[in-house]
Nanobody
Framework: QVQLVESGGGLVQPGGSLRLSCAAS????????VYWYRQAPGKQREWVAT???????NYADSVKGRFTISRDNADNKVHLQMNSLKPDDTAVYFC???????????WGQGTQVTVSS
């Protein structure tokens, strides 16, 4: 059974940092494109960052220069380092893994990030 489990969310002051992690079981992240999405209250889910199996990364303009996505292949995890956090970053953050050229698609349950003073 495949599971993606996000962790690392919490409450942080504006300007602070958090590191989210997505741990996979039942699949090898090395073969998947991994995405981070977020969904704020009353808003649609939006794409945040991508890490391909060849370690190419892409970021939404709203987080470029502040967030970094990285892979830990030894532990089968993908991380999202979030710096210079803003109240607008408040959302539930989700990890998504997709197999290229396939409909195979897995989601985690999400982790809450709240940026507030």
């Amino acid at each position: 059974q495949v599971q993606l489990v996000e962790s690392g969310g919490g409450l942080v002051q504006p300007g602070g940092s958090l590191r989210l992690s997505c741990a996979a079981s039942g699949i090898n992240f090395g073969s998947y494109v991994v995405y981070w999405y977020r969904q704020a209250p009353g808003k649609q889910r939006e794409w945040v960052a991508t890490s391909t199996s060849s370690n190419t990364t892409n970021y939404a303009d709203s987080v470029k220069g502040r967030f970094t996505i990285s892979r830990d292949n030894a532990d089968n995890k993908v991380h999202l380092q979030m710096n210079s956090l803003k109240p607008d970053d408040t959302a539930v953050y989700f990890c998504n893994a997709r197999l290229a050229f396939s409909t195979t698609n897995y989601w985690g349950q999400g982790t809450q990030v709240t940026v507030s003073s």
